[in-house]
């Protein structure tokens, strides 16, 4: 009787992302070294964390510029709502590419979510974030009107808000992600042959 997946991957070292990861050692170990200086960075930059980072970035300019401009229009243009309820439609339309991107592209997770491990720690973590940038936005907001600016200028610092606050939460995210996306070794094999089943099922 074949053995399940979980079952022939109980050996960790014979599972690809195992071997992977031992054939890159850690970051701060590969700076340590006595190579060229040229040849560490060329180590850190394919390094699989140095990746997933990039990849991160490129998921978090997407999602930035979707709330962005969700709260551009809102807000500066067609003037529907106030800053706050704004600011938390642009988070909330943001979110939703943020979450598939970040774990099928970036984390490499296939397979159907899970709703306690993935998507409410997610979606907890996003709320969270909107708190802070509402703070923000509606300090801006009371800043702007308090000095007797002008609709322009109260937009821009809306904005500047919003990018600020995503900006200071962009690290601590990423940290929490790695942790709520990450595919142990043990469980490499059923994502994968999740995902190739998904493929062929699509090719067909």
């Known amino acids: 009787m074949p053995s399940s997946p979980r079952e022939t991957s109980g050996d960790r070292t014979a599972s690809p992302t195992a071997t992977k990861l031992e054939e890159h050692p850690?970051?701060?170990?590969?700076?340590?070294?006595?190579?060229?200086?040229?040849?560490r960075v060329r180590q850190i930059i394919a390094h699989p964390s140095s990746l997933k980072l990039i990849k991160y970035a490129g998921v978090s300019v997407i999602s930035t510029v979707v709330s962005q401009v969700t709260l551009f229009m809102t807000f500066g243009v067609w003037r529907v709502m106030s800053e706050v309820p704004a600011n938390i439609l642009a988070n909330a339309v943001a979110t939703v590419p943020s979450y598939y991107l970040n774990r099928k592209w970036v984390w490499g997770k296939g397979g159907r979510s899970h709703l306690w491990r993935e998507v409410v720690p997610f979606w907890v973590l996003?709320?969270?974030?909107?708190?802070?940038?509402?703070?923000?936005?509606?300090?801006?907001?009371?800043?702007a009107r308090s000095h007797h600016y002008g609709h322009a200028t109260t937009v821009i610092l809306v904005n500047m808000a919003n990018l600020v606050s995503f900006g200071i939460l962009w690290v601590v995210k990423f940290l929490i992600y790695n942790k709520l996306f990450h595919i142990d070794p043990v469980e490499y094999e059923e994502?994968?042959?999740?995902?190739?089943?998904?493929?062929?099922?699509?090719a067909d």
């Open 191 to 202: 994502h994968h042959t999740e995902m190739v089943a998904s493929q062929s099922f699509d």
């Open 26 to 39: 850690p970051l701060k170990h590969i700076w340590a070294s006595d190579q060229p200086m040229a040849a």
């Open 126 to 143: 996003s709320f969270v974030g909107l708190a802070f940038s509402s703070l923000a936005v509606w300090l801006a907001g009371n800043f």
